[in-house]
């Protein structure tokens, strides 16, 4: 079992700035790849970036360039910074964490861009 804690998410002006954190707990020596998704309101899931043990990341289009996800040492916490923040981005942030047969999930934390 993994328990994911996220944190970091608020309210933000076009073109700011937030980080958004996940906590890892439990049997975090098997999480294989950690990420980062999104639920707009109506909308679908959808991937918003991921790294694996290996640190190879993956980025949806929408966000290259403008977010980095990384991970501690420790391999307890993983962040995503999201930079230059659209309306678009506006969305329920949920942490991920996958192992080779099951799939763990945060509670998600709110990120609302606007004016």
């Known amino acids: 079992q993994v328990q994911l804690v996220e944190s970091g998410g608020g309210l933000v002006q076009p073109g700011g700035s937030l980080r958004l954190s996940c906590v890892a707990s439990?049997?975090?020596?098997?999480?294989?790849?950690m990420g980062w998704y999104r639920q707009a309101p109506e909308g679908q899931r959808e991937l918003v970036a991921a790294?694996?043990?290996?640190?190879?990341?993956n980025y949806a289009d929408s966000v290259k360039g403008r977010f980095t996800i990384s991970r501690d040492n420790e391999k307890t916490t993983v962040y995503l910074q999201m930079n230059s923040l659209k309306p678009e981005d506006t969305a329920v942030y949920y942490c991920?964490?996958?192992?080779?047969?099951?799939?763990?999930w945060g509670q998600g934390t709110q990120v609302t861009v606007s004016s």
């Open positions: 991920n964490a996958r192992q080779t047969f099951f799939s763990y």
């Open positions: 439990g049997s975090i020596f098997s999480i294989a790849t």
């Open positions: 790294l694996t043990t290996e640190r190879s990341t």
